[in-house]
């Protein structure tokens, strides 16, 4: 079921998720949810909730990465111009 704000979010998500990746988990989650609601676009019949949770942290993933005291922060992108 999608979520209407960060504090329906899993009180694990929001507890180890900065506030902003938390917002981006938040709307992929709902618009993967609202994407793929007809199983046919769905491979193999995976279920809805499985898929959208994938596409969340595939979009957190873009902007944050674990450090190596296991905390969640935000991706500098040295040498970008």
């Known amino acids: 079921m999608p979520y209407e704000t960060i504090n329906d979010l899993p ?30 676009k769905r491979r193999f019949g995976e279920p809805l909730e499985e898929v959208a949770i994938k596409v969340a942290w595939s979009a957190v993933k873009k902007k944050y990465e674990k450090n190596d005291n296991g905390s969640w922060v935000k991706i500098s992108r040295t040498g970008d111009f």
């Open 11 to 40: 009180p694990t998500l929001r507890r180890v998720l900065p506030k902003e990746a938390q917002e981006i988990y938040l709307k992929a989650f709902n618009s993967a949810f609202e994407e793929y609601g007809e199983s046919v």
